[in-house]
């Protein structure tokens, strides 16, 4: 069964654009939950989704937003970008919301100059 | 609110025991987990604890006790390759479960 995956892999962005991140997850995962991940903060949670509803969601800014599609891929997008928002972005997958086990992708590494 | 506290880093010796610690404070505990994030790679899974005691998984067990908000992770016969970090991570429901990874503890496996 394939992992999860992660695109892109690597971006590199300027201060005021904006990016969108791709998650696919596991075949019959149907939760997908973000988390940021930096060596100064560790891994934050950003929000979880399931069957196309943002579950539970993190502290961070309006700028930060998310979906999730029928198939369960989600992607989530990141408005007027900061250079505070450099950062490897980690997706993760479950079963079911709340499930207690994830899987987490390989994450996109965002630069931003 | 949720905290975590690991320390940040460790070193051991190839073939010895550790024991990494893990304290946390949580609203609506609903289960504590261990990850273990190599440079570079994702984070994966290890452990999960929802009722006090030891959960066993061949040379890593894990420890809970939801009294003292405390856990530890043990590696025995410790490899050079379990060199990595390893995340502490609380579920707790605090208007939503919500899963909150502590800073992580590196550990270095010395020859």
């Known amino acids: 069964k394939a992992g999860v995956t992660q695109t892109p892999r690597y971006l590199i962005k300027t201060r005021g654009q904006q990016v969108t991140l791709s998650c696919s997850p596991i075949s019959g995962h149907r939760s997908v939950s973000w988390y940021q991940q930096t060596p100064g903060q560790g891994l934050q949670f950003l929000f979880e989704?399931?069957?196309?509803?943002?579950?539970n969601k993190g502290n961070f800014p309006g700028r930060f937003s998310g979906r999730q599609f029928s198939n369960s891929r989600s992607e989530m997008n990141v408005s007027t970008l900061e250079l505070g928002d450099s950062a490897l972005y980690l997706c993760?997958?479950?079963?079911?919301?709340?499930?207690?086990?994830?899987?987490f992708g390989p994450g996109t590494r965002l630069t931003v100059t | 609110g949720q905290n975590i506290d690991q320390p940040t880093e460790m070193t051991a010796t190839e073939g010895a025991i550790v024991q990494i610690n893990c304290t946390y404070q949580t609203s609506g505990f609903n289960g504590l987990f261990w990850y273990q994030q190599h440079a570079g790679e994702a984070p994966t899974f290890l452990s999960y604890n929802v009722l006090d005691g030891l959960e066993e998984k061949g040379r890593f067990s894990s420890f809970l006790s939801r009294s003292k908000g405390y856990s530890y992770l043990l590696l025995k016969e410790l490899q050079m390759k379990d060199s990595a970090s390893y995340l502490c991570a609380v579920r707790g429901n605090t208007g939503g479960f919500k899963t909150i990874f502590g800073a992580g503890t590196r550990l270095f496996v010395k020859a």
């Open positions: 993760a997958s479950s079963p079911g919301q709340g499930w207690y086990e994830q899987y």
């Open positions: 989704y399931f069957s196309e509803t943002q579950r």
